[in-house]
């Protein structure tokens, strides 16, 4: 299988290129060329394995310059007993909300408590192994810029793992204590961490710049080194979250909730557009799909896009309870427009342009009918999140996270609507522990306090809810890095932690 650049269909690379390079030279996305099609036996014959055996189908399908074995390899590194606490990573949780019955998919079992690592626990192994097949001997150099969550799942991902180097950067007065503490506290030989006097921007910006630095880029690659990228455009990040949805199919099937061939819903708490793409993909493939379900927060800019037809990423930016999803670019959906357009570069580039230069694009009307047969999209506010956790946790005593919760107001949103009661499965993207905060205002306010802790402790009493290992265990781990610099000094800093 090859894959082309969404901004240039001649660009075409082969899986081990188009991880090891992140993004395409034109800017555009890696889009494999042609989608594997699985029919119902091929559903059938995923039925009796673990999760793990169906993601080694599933990517022997997608990574064919791969051999079996070095795909055996990633998987059985990435989803271990001991970092996703049982032998299924993406266990599907039956619930009632509002008389509906839901079917939540718990992704928030890996060791940072967040869906991001389904694929950053894999993503590494991936790589590795795509660049000894492109450029080998070579040690990948990571630079990551983070308000906070993808910088410690990356952390995590990449820690130990041989022929790579990652150093984080984030804002000092720019993330929340917990996550202060669960960066500073990383372990792993082969990672390091630093706060930046500055906001998120100015380490983003200060990280672009290094990777096109030349003086550096000559270093390392004097060093038998090279930059490489773990962002969410990458496609060995995408390419993982189709498993778990093909996954929860076969569990649906053999949990008798519906028969094989039954069309499901999806719905996903979207900010970047990569799970739920991921979701799309798997339909492509031929999962029986009815609707896919676009929740998003205050920054509603992707549910007036799927109404409308218009991207204007012009309008206020809300810092909101689910912060993960406070986003205005959605990068993967430049994937889904290349999609709807018929594999239309031309048109695709231009409207990346139109985004870059006037911060909006409005698509055809024949991709505006693609995306509204089979798209919906709805918002939530910061309100009407907390009611949610609330209101399940009442009716159910399972807490759900902020992000997970806007998913589920927004299904609640669409079967009133539409009075559509296929049976659904909804993507639950945190542990409700990584935002303790929010999520004590919504079932206890009078037990918010200043210490992270006490309140992880508190919520833990009131709600019984069991609190992850991972962050339990974060109070009593040493700090290993407290170092701070301007944001001008990056440079200075990568070349030191480096040592070239
Ligand atoms: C990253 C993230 C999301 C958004 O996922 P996208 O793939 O970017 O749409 C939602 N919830 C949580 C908790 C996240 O960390």
């Known amino acids: 299988m090859l894959y082309n650049s969404t901004e240039n269909n001649k660009e075409v690379v082969s899986a081990a290129q188009a991880i090891a390079q992140g993004i395409s030279k034109d800017g555009g996305l890696f889009v494999p060329q042609e989608l594997p099609k699985y029919t119902e036996e091929t559903f059938k014959s995923l039925l009796g394995l673990s999760y793990n055996e169906r993601a080694k189908i599933v990517f022997s399908d997608f990574l064919t310059d791969f051999t079996e074995e070095e795909i055996a390899d990633c998987v059985d590194k990435a989803y271990t007993v001991e970092k996703f606490g049982s032998e299924c990573p993406a266990p599907l949780v039956a619930k009632k909300y509002n008389g509906n019955e839901i079917n939540i998919m718990e992704l928030w079992h890996g060791p940072t408590c ?4 389904m694929a950053l626990q894999i993503l590494p192994h991936f790589l590795t192994k795509s660049l000894k097949k492109t450029y080998d001997g070579k040690t990948a150099v990571i630079l990551v810029a983070t308000s906070g969550d993808t910088g410690k799942a990356a952390l995590e991902g990449f820690k130990d793992v041989d022929h790579t180097k990652m150093i984080v950067f984030y804002p ?16 792993g030989s082969n990672v390091n961490v ?13 990280v672009k710049k290094i990777f096109t630095t030349d003086e550096i880029v000559e270093l390392l690659h004097k060093n038998d080194m090279l930059f490489s990228s773990a962002n969410s455009i990458n496609w060995g990040r995408l390419l993982p979250q189709i498993v778990y949805y093909i996954s929860a199919y076969c569990d649906l099937v053999n949990s008798k909730k519906i028969n094989m061939g039954d069309k499901i819903n999806i719905v996903v708490p979207t900010g970047n557009f990569g799970n739920i793409l991921a979701a799309y993909y798997a339909y492509c493939m031929g999962m029986p799909v009815n609707k896919f379900i676009c929740a998003s927060n205050q920054n509603n800019v992707l549910t007036d896009f799927i109404n409308t037809g218009v991207y204007d990423k012009n ?16 990068s993967n959906l430049e994937r889904l427009l290349y999609k709807f357009s018929g594999n239309n570069d031309e048109l695709v580039a231009k409207w990346m342009n139109q985004l870059k230069t006037e911060g909006k694009y409005e698509v055809t009307d024949e991709v505006k009918k693609e995306i509204t047969s089979k798209f919906f999209g709805g918002f939530c506010d910061d309100t009407n999140t907390k009611a949610t956790i609330k209101e399940l946790f009442d009716e159910e005593k399972y807490l759900c996270d902020t992000h997970t919760s806007v998913a589920i107001n927004v299904y609640n949103q669409y079967v009133e609507k539409t009075g559509d009661k296929t049976p659904v ?20 306010p009078e037990a918010i306090c200043d210490d992270e802790f006490t309140m992880v402790d508190e919520l833990n009493k009131i709600t019984g809810a069991e609190v992850p290992k991972p962050i339990a265990e974060l109070k009593n781990l040493e700090v290993r890095f407290n170092n701070v610099t301007d944001a001008d000094k990056m440079p200075e800093y990568v070349k030191n932690t480096l040592g070239i």
């Open 194 to 206: 630093c706060a930046i006097k500055g906001n998120f921007d100015d380490a983003q910006t200060g």
């Open 315 to 330: 309008r206020q930016f809300y810092a909101t309870a689910s912060p993960s999803m406070d986003i205005l670019v959605s």
């Open 425 to 444: 499965v909804i993507a639950s993207t945190a542990s409700p522990y990584k935002f303790s905060h929010s999520v004590l205002e919504a079932v206890a």
């Open 114 to 117: 967040a869906f991001k690592d």
């Open 172 to 187: 000092e007065d720019g993330v929340s204590p917990m996550q202060k503490r669960q960066m500073n506290t990383q372990k």
